[in-house]
């Protein structure tokens, strides 16, 4: 691969500098980088360019989560214990093992050195590329020998040592290895006892906050070249299967100019091993199928989307920019599809010989599946989370149903609840106190079911949908939702990959007793073929264990010896911060466990429901004809709260106040009829909302939520007067 030049050392220097001393310039760069220029912006990302080598900021950490999908994560800053969360822009590339990788390739707990842009608020969270351990040394040809051996002590002494010179370094320096270091020879793992003196390593290094520790030890040039050739291997076989990455520079008339992503090396590598001879592809005027894909390289459908094109002409344009592989490519598509437009993102099946099929199921971007579909923005009058930051967020009406996406999300902790005044107080993860009211149809979704937010330990952490009041501050509240519910509603659990011990003491955080690498799996679907598939996990992050965590099988609480790898479960997490990545309020183990406890959840809220009565807005009154629109968290579970079709059946109601205390004693009503399911009243885009619109659930734990009420607010119950 191609060789980068670090400036950590410079950067290091730089920063150690007396303060009288005069800043830096360095005249080749018209922007500021981490050595010089300070008197300079950065700089910063544009869409369709590539950013040049060294605009970056570069930062040490250990990656902690990875999401496959959205090519997104979170890793810990070396030393400062910082918590950042990442993304990758198209371009952005991974060296793991000296070779080209993705996300899922990478074990959790690797060290990676982060070159990063900034992102739209001037935090450094977009990655350009991030590189192992390995790959910076075998980058720039250089490897470890042993020129002595202190394993009592947890210690190697080594020289560093550049192989095209076959010249040692005179500064030695020491590893610090331990019992949960692994030594590879070849492909087998063998023992610490097993190094000699003269041994030449590459290293992966792991987490720490202090001198590293090596959790990887490669024993030799051949060990060095077979361990390269393996991820070489599977990443070629991930590009095949998904075709190669590019975006489009130019349209003219039917030609599209295309510029290929990657390492220039690593891509004529592929070329070679595929028998592909791009300018033969252009003088022959060779067929290569394109197809659209979004800014996390997802496609949509391919095989139906698929384009034939026509291979025009092939240039080489210079790689001094992060993701720019030399590549451009002028082709001729039999049909300009909408998604062929300048800046956006395609995938090129290169040889015949590649199969083109749909993504894996929960990784393409247009299927029925976890978090699959795109937003398009302009689909939105208002400001979201997302995107149109340049409009403001919509205007909310408590006595109106608030659309969907309108609401800001944060995560935070619970800390207290005043159930009389409807109001709560939470912890963000950035460490802010908010003070909120609940609206009066507020949804509150807890352990996979429709809940009160009094029966919310404290300490869990919630996603909690927020608008604006009067003065602009985000103080309304009108969704909650915990760990255990986002994930049962998507269909997917944490499967135990590993379990690690905990991190010991650190200083102002409660002890760490375990910790657990897990995989976000997706349930069990049935492919084209009828057949019962498993999808490809779509994350992987790291759960810790502390001295509070509860952990249950069903209703009875088990010990943290009782878990093993391969085991199931959901979870609730609290207390993230800026330096922690939080741990772990309570783990529910093993699928059919799970449901039980969603199942308990559900029958406990349908008897609060029936002692208290349905809270309902009420929408319109004709003369003596009534319209209440009910609200609820789940359409799904709603039906099973009034126990049956209400027709011909008395009804008692009762107004409310908006903390939704009663104002007038319970009066009779006649069900006279259900809405339309048309009726805009009865729309469930507003999940909140327990009119029905359509069959089906809505988005149980989705970002629109029902906000009644300043109109008058009532509760219904069937049957007699209690």
């Known amino acids: 691969m191609r060789a980068l030049l670090l400036a950590a050392a410079l950067a290091a220097t730089a920063l150690a500098a007396p303060a009288a001393e005069a800043p830096k310039l360095d005249p080749h760069y018209p922007f500021r980088v981490d050595w010089a220029n300070q008197?300079?912006?950065?700089?910063?990302?544009?869409?369709?360019?590539?950013?040049?080598?060294?605009?970056?900021?570069?930062?040490?950490?250990?990656?902690?989560?990875?999401?496959?999908?959205?090519?997104?994560?979170?890793?810990?800053?070396?030393?400062?214990?910082?918590?950042?969360?990442?993304?990758?822009?198209?371009?952005a590339t991974i060296a793991y093992h000296n070779a080209e990788a993705e996300l899922r390739d990478v074990p959790l707990g690797t060290f990676f050195l982060f070159f990063l842009h900034q992102d739209a608020h001037g935090a450094f969270t977009r990655v350009a590329t991030m590189q192992d351990e390995y790959s910076m040394l075998a980058n720039h040809g250089f490897t470890w020998r042993i020129a002595g051996l202190r394993l009592g002590d947890g210690r190697l002494d080594v020289v560093k040592q550049k192989l095209s010179e076959n010249k040692l370094d005179e500064r030695h320096d020491e590893l610090l290895v331990d019992a949960a270091t692994r030594v590879w020879k070849g492909d087998q793992q063998v023992k610490l006892a097993d190094?000699?003196?003269?041994?030449?390593?590459?290293?992966?290094?792991?987490?720490?906050?202090?001198?590293?520790?090596?959790?990887?030890?490669?024993?030799?040039?051949?060990?060095?070249?077979?361990?390269?050739?393996?991820?070489?291997?599977?990443?070629?076989?991930?590009?095949?299967?998904?075709?190669?990455?590019?975006?489009?520079?130019?349209?003219?008339?039917?030609?599209?100019?295309?510029?290929?992503?990657?390492?220039?090396?690593a891509l004529l590598a592929l070329f070679t091993d595929e028998d592909l001879d791009p300018a033969k592809l252009a003088f022959e005027h060779r067929h290569v199928e394109m197809v659209v894909a979004n800014q996390e390289l997802r496609s949509y459908n391919p095989p139906v989307d698929k384009r034939g094109t026509t291979v025009i002409s092939v240039q080489t344009v210079p790689t001094d920019f992060y993701g720019c592989s030399g590549e451009r490519w002028v082709v001729e598509p039999d049909l300009l599809l909408e998604g062929f437009r300048v800046g956006s993102v395609v995938r090129l099946f290169a040889s015949p010989k590649w199969p083109i099929n749909d993504m894996p199921f929960g990784e393409g971007a247009y299927e029925h599946a976890f978090e699959a579909n795109d937003l398009d923005p302009r689909q939105f009058t208002y400001r979201t989370d997302f995107a149109n930051a340049d409009l403001p967020w919509y205007r909310f009406d408590p006595g109106a149903f608030p659309p969907a996406h309108a609401q800001h999300e944060v995560w935070a902790d619970l800390i207290e609840v005043d159930a009389l005044a409807r109001t709560a107080r939470l912890r963000s993860e950035h460490g802010e106190q908010l003070d909120v009211a609940?609206?009066?149809?507020?949804?509150?979704?807890?352990?996979?079911?429709?809940?009160?937010l009094a029966e919310v330990p404290p300490g869990t952490r919630l996603r909690v949908g927020l608008h604006q009041d009067a003065h602009g501050a985000f103080t309304w509240a009108t969704t909650f939702i915990d760990d255990f519910t986002s994930f049962s509603t998507s269909a997917s659990l944490w499967r135990i990959e590993a379990i690690q011990p905990g991190d010991g003491p650190v200083p102002g955080q409660p002890p760490t007793l375990a910790r657990l690498i897990v995989a976000r799996q997706l349930e069990r679907v049935t492919n084209y073929k009828n057949e019962e598939v498993r999808p490809p996990d779509v994350s992987r992050c790291l759960l810790a264990i502390g001295a509070q965590t509860r952990i249950w099988k069903g209703d009875q609480r088990i010990q943290l010896a009782d878990l093993a790898v391969g085991d199931e479960l959901l979870a609730n997490l609290g207390g993230r911060s800026p330096t922690s990545d939080g741990r772990c309020t309570d783990l529910w183990l093993g699928a059919d466990a799970c449901k039980q406890v969603a199942e308990h959840q559900r029958t406990q809220h349908r008897a609060l429901?029936?002692?208290?009565?349905?809270?309902?807005?009420?929408?319109?009154?004709?003369?003596?004809?009534?319209?209440?629109?009910?609200?609820?968290?789940?359409?799904?579970?709603?039906?099973?709260?009034?126990?049956?079709?209400?027709?011909?059946?008395?009804?008692?109601?009762?107004?409310?106040?908006?903390?939704?205390?009663?104002?007038?004693?319970?009066?009779?009503?006649?069900?006279?009829?259900?809405?339309p399911k048309a009726t805009p009243a009865a729309r469930s885009d507003a999940a909140a909302c327990a009119g029905c619109s359509r069959p089906g659930s809505p988005r149980a734990g989705g970002r629109g939520r029902c906000c009644a009420c300043s109109r008058t607010v009532g509760r219904c119950r069937r049957g007699r007067r209690r």
């Open 39 to 91: 008197q300079l912006p950065w700089y910063q990302l544009q869409p369709g360019v590539f950013p040049p080598h060294h605009s970056d900021h570069r930062v040490g950490g250990t990656l902690i989560a990875a999401d496959f999908i959205h090519r997104a994560g979170r890793f810990r800053i070396d030393h400062t214990g910082e918590v950042v969360d990442f993304t990758m822009p198209p371009f």
């Open 195 to 265: 190094l000699a003196v003269g041994d030449v390593l590459l290293i992966e290094l792991g987490e720490g906050r202090g001198p590293r520790r090596c959790s990887d030890l490669y024993v030799g040039v051949d060990t060095h070249a077979a361990v390269t050739g393996k991820q070489r291997k599977s990443h070629v076989a991930y590009l095949k299967e998904r075709g190669l990455p590019a975006w489009i520079d130019k349209i003219e008339g039917k030609q599209v100019t295309v510029s290929l992503f990657g390492d220039r090396q």
């Open 438 to 452: 609940l609206s009066p149809g507020a949804a509150v979704l807890y352990r996979g079911a429709e809940a009160e």
């Open 609 to 675: 429901v029936t002692a208290r009565g349905i809270t309902a807005l009420v929408e319109r009154v004709d003369g003596r004809d009534v319209t209440l629109v009910f609200c609820a968290a789940s359409r799904a579970d709603f039906p099973a709260l009034y126990d049956g079709d209400p027709w011909g059946k008395g009804v008692w109601v009762q107004p409310l106040d908006g903390r939704l205390q009663a104002t007038a004693p319970l009066a009779k009503v006649n069900f006279k009829n259900h809405l």
